[in-house]
C-alpha cells in the first residue's frame, strides 16, 4: 500500500491529505483564522468526491469562478461527473472545518457491485452520467469526522486508521437507515446523546449573550456534566464555552463589518456587559480592538 503524508500549516489554518491507498486520499481543510482561505487541487473526471462541512461554511467555486455552491455545517455533498473534470476549489470561511474522501469510481464502484440498484447513480444507466448530491450529516457520521480531524494516534497508522474511517464513513452515508446500529466514540452510548449535544450547542449559540452554566445546559439536555463536556469536545473538537467564545467573536466580527452597530452594542448583542470586556474578549481572538479592525475595513 503506497502512503503519502502532505500537511501544510499557515497560522492557525491548515490543509492536510492522507493517501490510505492507491489513488485513495482523504483531504482536511481547518481555517480558524478571522479571513477566508482558498483551496484548490486538481481531480480528474476518474474519481468521485465526497465533502463534509464539519464546522462552518465552505464555497465550492466552479468554472473558473462563473459558479459557486455553498455547503453549509452538518452538511456533505457528493460529486461526480465521467464526462468532465471537477478540480476541487474551495473558499473555506473563517472558522470552518472541512473532510473530503477522493476515490476512484472503479475502486467505488467495486464496493457496492451487489447494491447497484439500490445506490441509483452506479447501475449500468446512470453510471457514466455526471451526478451530484446534496444532504445532512448524520451523528453517527459526525462521529467518524471529528474522528478524522482530532486523530492523534502514532502517525505511523495514520494512513491505516484513516482507509477504515473513510470506508466506515461511506458506509454511513449510503446506509439504508440512518438508525442503524453503528460503533460510537468511547464517550458516547448512542446517537440519542449525539443529538442532545447537538441540542446544547443550538441552545448556547441562542442564547449567547446569556448563556446558561454548564450544570444548567447538562439539565436541560438531559445528560450529565462528564458526558456534556466530553461528547461536546468529541463532536465540536472544543470545550462548550471555548466554542460558544469562538462563535460569539465571529458574530462580533460580522456585526462590526456592517457599521450598524458601535463598539458598545456590539459587545452587549454578544453579552459582554462593558465595552472593556468586550474590547479585551476581541482583542484575544483576533489580535486588534474592534475599533482597529473597524478602520481597517474603509
Not at 456533505?76 to 476515490?103: A, F, T
Not at 447513480?121 to 448530491?133: A, E, G, S, T, V
Not at 462563535?247 to 466580527?253: I, P, S
Request: aromatic share 12%; with cysteine; charged share 25%.
Amino acid at each position: 500500500m503506497k502512503t503519502e503524508i502532505v500537511e501544510e500549516n499557515v497560522a492557525v489554518s491548515s490543509f492536510a491529505e492522507t493517501q490510505v491507498d492507491d489513488g485513495f486520499s482523504i483531504l482536511m481543510y481547518k481555517n480558524e483564522t478571522n479571513t477566508t482561505k482558498s483551496v484548490s487541487r486538481a481531480v480528474d473526471s476518474t474519481y468521485i468526491q465526497f465533502h463534509f462541512c464539519v464546522k462552518g461554511k465552505t464555497t465550492f467555486v466552479f468554472n473558473e469562478g462563473r459558479y459557486s455552491l455553498d455547503i453549509l455545517e452538518e452538511n456533505s455533498l457528493l460529486l461526480y461527473n465521467r464526462q468532465k473534470q471537477l478540480p476541487i476549489h474551495l473558499e473555506v470561511q473563517p472558522s470552518s472545518w472541512m473532510v473530503s474522501i477522493l476515490i476512484p469510481i472503479k475502486k467505488f464502484h467495486g464496493l457496492f457491485s451487489q447494491e447497484a440498484d439500490y445506490i441509483s447513480f452506479l447501475n449500468d444507466d446512470n453510471r457514466d452520467k455526471k451526478y451530484y448530491k446534496d444532504g445532512v450529516i448524520s451523528p453517527s457520521m459526525a462521529i467518524v469526522l471529528n474522528q478524522i480531524i482530532n486523530f492523534n494516534l502514532n502517525n505511523s497508522i495514520k494512513a491505516l486508521y484513516f482507509k477504515a474511517k473513510a470506508y466506515e464513513l461511506i458506509s454511513l452515508y449510503f446506509s439504508r437507515s440512518e438508525d442503524a446500529d453503528v460503533e460510537q466514540c468511547p464517550f458516547l452510548v448512542d446517537e440519542t446523546n449525539v443529538i442532545k449535544i447537538r441540542q446544547a450547542k443550538d441552545i448556547i449559540v441562542s442564547r449567547m449573550a446569556e448563556p446558561p452554566s454548564l450544570q444548567e445546559l447538562a439539565d436541560e439536555i438531559g445528560l450529565n456534566i462528564k458526558k456534556l463536556k466530553e461528547g461536546f469536545k468529541q463532536i465540536y473538537g472544543d470545550s462548550v464555552f471555548s466554542f460558544l467564545f469562538d462563535y460569539k467573536m465571529e458574530v462580533a466580527r460580522k456585526l462590526l463589518e456592517t457599521g450598524e452597530n458601535n463598539v458598545n452594542e456590539v459587545g452587549l448583542k454578544v453579552g459582554y456587559s462593558t465595552s472593556s470586556h468586550f474590547i479585551s474578549a476581541f482583542k484575544k481572538k483576533y489580535g486588534t480592538t474592534p475599533k482597529k479592525y473597524v478602520m481597517s475595513l474603509s
